[in-house]
């Protein structure tokens, strides 16, 4: 399973730092991806980083939220400064199954963390 943690309550302009760690299967070897999720709205993809450690942000949270993970800790990590309330949302990790250069699904998701940022 993969369990989140460290989302909170968090005035505009300050930081949090999710985690998310991998039990029962690895994810050494896989890319590993942050979505969020608010209230009335998609659910979206924010951010991964591929097996090589290749990472990607949406435009959103580009220069403020930083992607990285731990293989030796089995744990997926994102940083998030200078929070804005449009931030709020609950966030989820995926790992990431590529098929193909264009095909890949996701096999294994958290439970969620709720972020709330207070203006």
């Known amino acids: 399973q993969l369990v989140e943690t460290g989302g909170g309550v968090v005035p505009a302009g300050g930081s949090l730092r999710l985690s998310c760690a991998a039990s029962?299967?690895?994810?050494?070897?896989?890319?590993v991806d942050w979505f969020r999720q608010a209230p009335g709205k998609e659910r979206e993809r924010i951010s991964y980083?591929?097996?090589?450690?290749?990472?990607n942000y949406v435009d959103s949270v580009k220069g403020r939220f930083t992607i990285s993970r731990d293989n030796a800790k089995n744990t997926l990590y994102l940083q998030m400064t200078s929070l804005k309330s449009e931030d709020t949302a609950v966030y989820y990790c995926?790992?990431?199954?590529?098929?193909?250069?264009?095909?890949?699904?996701?096999?294994?998701w958290g439970q969620g963390t709720q972020v709330t940022v207070s203006s």
């Open positions: 995926a790992r990431e199954v590529l098929v193909s250069s264009y095909y890949s699904f996701y096999d294994h």
């Open positions: 029962g299967f690895s994810l050494d070897g896989y890319a």
């Open positions: 980083v591929t097996s090589d450690d290749i990472v």
